[in-house]
């Protein structure tokens, strides 16, 4: 049953991740966002009890609702946007295509490096931190930013939950999603100041 | 009473109460004086014995219990207390002649509660979460008022938060290398993993692109106060890891790599701080050859850690009178490149002194508070290698060249402009006073040598 789940969960993380990394509208990406901390919650429940693992759960979807609720309200930026990498949606298609080839390699391994850990977790986790780190690379905006270090951290956090069952880790862990929520969310609102004033 | 509980959750509580305060010059002296009160107290009081005033007595715990771990402020902290409230004092008491208190202040005040309590907290190795806590509390801070976020800032908080996940996670494989020391394979992979956390926290060259581009962006005072509590930190942090595992400490590798990584940092922040025509950029490159000064004195071995805490004052004060001084004349010319400022020197005498003079402090001239420290280094490097130094004088010219440059742009005058100085009382006094402390330092840098000889204890094993 738990490997069942385990799989189940990675074919959400996958799907939801390749979303956030593909969408260009953002309230797609933050509802797939909310849809990736259930997988995480999955996995992480596998190894922590049900509140702990609950509070990454409930971290993540206040943090993707704040991003939402505060680019609700912004009118997006019209300046012109130097981006330095090709955005379209063939390109990050192939740059996850590669990203999925490299998890695949490299999951058995870090399964052998971390005792307890399963297929599932280590691809899980190692895809999150590609895809995210994928999308840190190719954007400067605030909120995509904001969302590719959400979505490292998330695959982080599946890893680290195999390690370490600390409540001071998780609750940490948690205030610092929430906090990087609501620095994104102030930087998208420190360009809506200026347009204002 | 206990100490976590007076040196972290004290300043944060007051931290939300003066969020709420509106007038900036009442901010700034409650702050300053409160910080200096708390160094004070840790200089005073001892803490796990017990203090008897008359027939009053006081003990101060050092143990506090939190979410199942321990924040542990003991008697060997007390010097590292001293110092980071008594400089942030010093920071919060000039942020109003910088115009920042109200941004600074309650935040400031905050962050330098989180970083103790992430040297406080045990296992050590939390502390990446204390100080990741820290850097998102500084990113709002960072973001001028009325500007949206630039890049910088960005790049800052995406740089920073990706130290914390390679930190947390080398140090459970390093756990894994304590219990079997022959996995080389598992040592590799932990040292690697720790290498990449710190180049990333301490914005080792490649990784410090975001250095220059922050300090465009944000208000130079909170830009400096920023540059030097976090890069403490994380060295005191990174010693930290040292102290714990000895096979890390006695690795081969380890004096080479810190080496080639400080010079790199020092010879390009040397060279960018030679040839970069504006002053804030000339800053950030500076800052970075300091951090790359540090990683060269921790190249030279764990029985000179000494060499190590000679960087920290003289930084602190050479970063808040050279960001004060950008800060008075930041307001007043359109950009703070070599054209814009051309002549301020006749117009903002002090502002411009203090600059010059941080900037001939970092690049070691005698005098000047940062010769102490970088004499010491060259002469140890000089022992152990000449190449080695004479790369590290290089290194220093190159943020010579820098400082030549500025004076030249700053004392030009393209039309008859008479003396007069334009900076206000506050802006005098604490400029005056800054630039007398750096000399003061350069002339007598054993006035806080009873601060520092204390700073080791903090650390077992290197204190020897």
Known sequence: MTAILSWFALALLTTASAGVLLSRNWRWTLVLLAILYVGVFIFVRLYWPLGMAAVKLIAGWIASTILGMTRLGVEPISEPVQESLPQGIPFRLLMAALVGVTVTAAAPHLSGLIPGIGLAESAASLLLIGLGLLSLGITSQPLQTTIGLLVVLAGFEILYAVVESSVLVAGLLAVVNLGLALTGAYSLLAGENRQSA | ?464
């Open chain 2, 1 to 464: 009473m206990n100490a976590p509980l007076i040196w972290i959750g004290l300043p944060i509580f007051l931290a939300v109460i003066l969020s709420f305060i509106p007038r900036p010059r009442l901010i700034s002296r409650l702050s300053g004086v409160f910080a200096l009160t708390l160094a004070g107290l840790a200089w005073i009081v001892p803490i796990d014995d017990v203090l008897s005033i008359g027939t009053i007595s006081i003990k101060i715990t050092s143990v506090f219990q939190f979410l199942g771990r321990q924040l542990v402020l003991g008697a060997p902290s007390r010097s590292v207390l001293v110092v980071f409230y008594g400089l942030s004092g010093l920071w919060f008491l000039g942020s109003n002649a910088a115009g920042v208190s109200r941004r600074l202040v309650p935040a400031g005040m905050a962050i330098t509660a989180l970083l103790i309590g992430a040297l406080a907290v045990k296992p050590f190795l939390y502390a990446a979460l204390f100080i990741e806590t820290a850097i998102l509390l500084a990113a709002p801070i960072l973001i001028a008022p009325r500007q949206p976020a630039g890049r910088g800032v960005i790049r800052f908080v995406t740089y920073q938060t990706l130290a914390m996940p390679f930190i947390l996670f080398a140090g459970w494989l390093l756990a894994g290398v304590e219990t079997s020391p022959s996995d080389l394979a598992l040592a590799k992979q932990s040292a690697a993993l720790l290498g990449l956390g710190f180049a990333f926290l301490l914005a080792i060259f490649p990784l410090s692109t975001w250095m220059p581009m922050l300090s465009e962006e944000a208000p130079p005072y909170i830009f400096g106060f920023l540059q030097w509590i976090l890069p403490t930190t994380s060295l005191i942090f990174g010693l930290g890891f040292f102290d714990r595992y000895a096979w890390l400490r006695q690795a081969e590798l380890l004096p080479q790599v810190l080496r080639m990584a400080g010079f790199l940092m020092l010879i390009t922040g040397g060279i960018w701080a030679a040839f970069e025509k504006r002053l804030e950029r000339i800053l950030a490159y500076t800052s970075i050859t300091e951090t790359g000064c540090v990683l060269l004195a921790l190249s030279l071995g764990m029985d000179k850690t000494q060499l190590i805490f000679l960087f920290f004052v003289p930084r602190s004060f050479g970063l808040a009178v050279w960001t004060l001084g950008l800060s008075t004349i930041k307001d007043q010319v359109k950009s703070l490149d070599f054209i814009a400022v051309q002549g301020l020197a006749r117009r903002y005498p002090l502002a411009v002194s203090a600059i010059l003079a941080a900037q001939f402090s970092a690049c070691g001239i005698p005098l000047l508070a940062g010769f102490p420290p970088r004499l010491a280094l060259w002469e140890t490097l000089a022992e152990t290698s000449l190449i080695a130094a004479l790369w590290f004088g290089i290194g220093l010219l190159g943020i010579f060249l820098g400082a030549v440059r500025s004076l030249t742009a700053l004392v030009t005058s393209v039309e008859l402009t008479y003396w007069q100085s334009q900076e206000d009382w506050s802006q005098r006094l604490l400029l005056g006073a800054g630039i007398a402390m750096l000399f003061l330092l350069g002339l007598l840098p054993q006035i806080i040598q009873p601060l520092l000889v204390t700073f080791p204890s903090m650390f077992e094993q290197l204190s020897g």
